[in-house]
């Protein structure tokens, strides 16, 4: 394992208390609870584990900042450019940010420092440029009156998300949250709270107003419940799972809540035998074995148009079996450890169930360690995966691939939709109209096409289907952070 720098340690002391109304502190309760390293099995820190208390104590301070802090009412250019600070500032500091999200997560610090962190920035950065160009309209409707809208936030935001992308995911609800004027109340994954804890500090350091970003790690079913039950919560910002999406959705109906949800996904990524094979061959694995297929949007389901399906495979599996995992503080290594050994267990459970339905194992397949520790699996590869089979339907998320073969354009579409999912999904082909016919085919909020994985702070990203509902990223965000107001004035 490389040694971490020295800062490490402290680090890891100063990011684990709660951050409420601009400082950090203890739980009212006095509890912790650990969080590891999962590439070592190491204790990394013990994390103030927020009450019910201490949640009511961070939505006050977030409400007190959204009525009579300076946050909503000052310029919001001047917003803006504290957003810019901020997204400045984290630059400065990604060294440090993006080793506690390798430490905490698993990941590669390859994605870490390279990906994950500079793409926090870039949406922050976008929506600094958005704070003064959110706007209302006038509408000239009669000679005896003016009618216009204004553009509001809601209010009170909480934040609630899940521990693949840790920080990313964050940023994706604050920086439009705070372009538009609301404050936020986080509740980070428990596997992976010390990111936003160190982003809050980032903040504070950049100057943001107290109570406009509290940060409170906790179980979800306290600390999140808590944040969903609470009346002064005007909007809960969702990214995890379908199965706790559901109940958000049905906590949040009591006070009829406004509430996104950017759940699971099994997408499609389908190649016809007229594309660029080798093209199509590597955004296969990337698609898949980036962040160890701890991704939404990972293409789990590999179609290949039935003749150039053995040469795919043949492809695939090579390169899969060539992808060891390493150190994830090694600047080398491309697949990680998973976040935990439960969600190892969960996927070998998985990669059992394809066996037992009959699909073949052509690559990876087994739980694997670096220096003899770590929750690390193989790149997984089956062909001769049917659709109705458990791996070709549910969620794995981790390092499996099911590749089924298809015969057409009509039965890549019917195989491709064949999901309760619609996050995400890819065409490789060289035939544009073959292309654009498909991305209109494919019920999924993205359509990458030649491409996968691509993302950009101004492109919405959500789901179709039980893959959710309002979009982060792109003007699209801002709607599900503001509300319209008409104004009509008799002249
Ligand atoms: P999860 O649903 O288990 O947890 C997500 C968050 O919800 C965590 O902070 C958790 O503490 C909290 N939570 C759990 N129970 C709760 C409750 N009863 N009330 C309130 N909060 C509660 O998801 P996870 O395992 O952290 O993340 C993996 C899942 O997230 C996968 O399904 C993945 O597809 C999904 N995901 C979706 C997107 C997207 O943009 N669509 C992005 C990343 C991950």
Redesign the pocket.
């Known amino acids: 394992m490389a040694e971490a720098p020295e800062a490490t340690a402290e680090l890891r002391v100063s990011f684990s208390q709660l951050f409420i109304d601009g400082a950090f502190g203890p739980s009212s309760a006095g509890k912790t609870f650990p969080t590891t390293t999962p590439a070592t099995g190491a204790p990394l820190a013990d994390v103030a584990e927020a009450s019910e208390a201490d949640v009511d104590r961070a939505v006050a301070a977030a409400r007190k900042a959204f009525e009579a802090g300076p946050w909503p009412k000052m310029p919001a250019r001047e917003r803006g450019r504290l957003l810019a600070r901020i997204a400045e500032r984290l630059m400065a500091r990604a060294d440090e940010v993006a080793l506690l999200e390798t430490l905490d997560n698993g990941k590669p610090i390859f994605e870490s420092r390279q990906v994950d962190i500079p793409t926090c920035a870039d949406v922050l950065f976008y929506y600094a440029g958005w704070a003064d160009k959110i706007s209302g309209e006038t509408l000239p409707l009669t000679a005896d009156a003016f009618h216009y809208t204004l553009r509001e936030p809601l209010g009170v935001i909480g934040a609630?998300?899940?521990?693949?992308?840790p920080l990313l995911?964050a940023v994706w609800k604050i920086a439009p949250a705070l372009s538009a004027g609301n404050t936020v109340v986080l509740?980070?994954?428990?596997?992976t709270p010390l990111s936003c804890l160190a982003f809050a500090d980032v903040c504070r350091e950049a100057g943001l107003p107290p109570g406009v970003l509290n940060v409170v790690p906790g179980?979800?079913?306290t600390a999140?419940?808590r944040?969903?039950a609470h009346p002064d919560v005007d909007k809960i910002a969702?990214?995890?799972?379908?199965?706790?999406?559901k109940?958000?959705m049905a906590?949040c109906a009591g006070s009829l809540k406004k509430i996104s949800l950017?759940?699971?996904?099994k997408s499609p990524n389908v190649i016809f035998a007229d594309a660029d094979l080798e093209a199509a061959a590597r955004g296969a694995l990337n698609g898949i074995f980036y962040g160890k297929g701890e991704v939404?949007a990972a293409g789990s389901r590999l179609l290949v148009e039935e003749s150039v399906h053995d040469q795919i495979v043949e492809t695939i599996a090579a390169k899969a079996k060539k992808m060891v995992p390493g150190d994830p503080l090694d600047p080398k290594t491309r697949l990680g450890s998973l976040v935990s050994e439960e969600q190892r267990a969960t996927v070998m459970r998985y990669v059992q169930a394809g066996m037992k339905d009959g699909a073949r194992l052509v690559a990876g397949g087994k739980p694997a360690s670096v220096n003899g520790a770590g929750a690390f699996h193989e790149a997984t590869i089956f062909e001769m995966v049917q659709p109705s089979m458990t791996i070709a339907r549910e969620?794995i998320?981790g390092p499996v691939l099911s590749v089924i073969s298809f015969r057409d354009e009509g039965d890549a579409a019917r195989i491709a939709n064949g999901t309760i999912y619609g996050?995400a999904a890819a065409v490789w082909t060289k035939d544009l109209s073959k292309a654009h016919r498909m991305a209109r085919a494919l019920k999924a909020g993205t359509v990458w096409i030649n491409a996968y994985n691509l993302y950009d702070a101004a492109l919405p990203?959500?789901?179709y289907k039980q893959?959710?509902f309002g979009r982060?990223l792109g003007s699209a965000a801002l709607e599900g952070y503001t509300q319209v107001k008409s104004v009509w004035l008799r002249l």
């Open positions: 609630i998300t899940p521990w693949n992308f995911l509740k980070p994954a428990s596997q179980p979800g079913a999140g419940a944040l969903i969702f990214t995890g799972s379908v199965d706790v999406g109940r958000v906590a950017e759940l699971g996904g939404c969620e998320f996050l990203f959500g789901g893959s959710g982060e």
